[in-house]
């Protein structure tokens, strides 16, 4: 069984940098491919960046790309989503998603599409 908790989260001013890791508790975590989400107050989950099992390609929503760099350590069953120059839109909890169930891997990332989830942290932006 799949377990996963975030961390790293906190309270920063715009233009800060902040780093988040998630930690895998199971079976083959390199067999995972992995993913990071956020929800508002308010709003839907929705995608922030995805990784392959193997590291080698990642994807990332229009509004972090260029900010955020998402990588796997998979020697310490580890993801890490490195935050920089943070805006107080990214204020969220943001989740920690493994277990792609979904359909073609890259095309198009929806909570649904991930069968395991962390309980989230908090990450609060301030201007």
């Known amino acids: 069984q799949v377990q996963l908790l975030e961390s790293g989260g906190g309270l920063v001013q715009a233009g800060a940098s902040l780093g988040l890791s998630c930690a895998f508790s199971?079976?083959?975590?390199?067999?995972?491919?992995m993913a990071w989400f956020r929800q508002a107050p308010g709003k839907e989950r929705e995608f922030v960046a995805a990784?392959?099992?193997?590291?080698?390609?990642?994807y990332y929503t229009d509004s972090v790309k260029g900010r955020f760099t998402i990588s796997r350590d998979n020697a310490k069953d580890t993801m890490y989503l490195q935050m920089n120059n943070l805006k107080p839109e990214d204020t969220a909890v943001y989740y920690c998603?493994?277990?792609?169930?979904?359909?073609?891997?890259?095309?198009?990332?929806?909570?649904?599409?991930?069968?395991?989830w962390g309980r989230g942290t908090q990450v609060t932006v301030s201007s």
């Open positions: 998603a493994a277990n792609f169930v979904g359909g073609v891997w890259g095309r198009l990332f929806r909570p649904t599409d991930f069968a395991s």
């Open positions: 990784i392959h099992r193997n590291g080698d390609n990642s």
């Open positions: 199971g079976r083959a975590f390199s067999s995972y491919h």
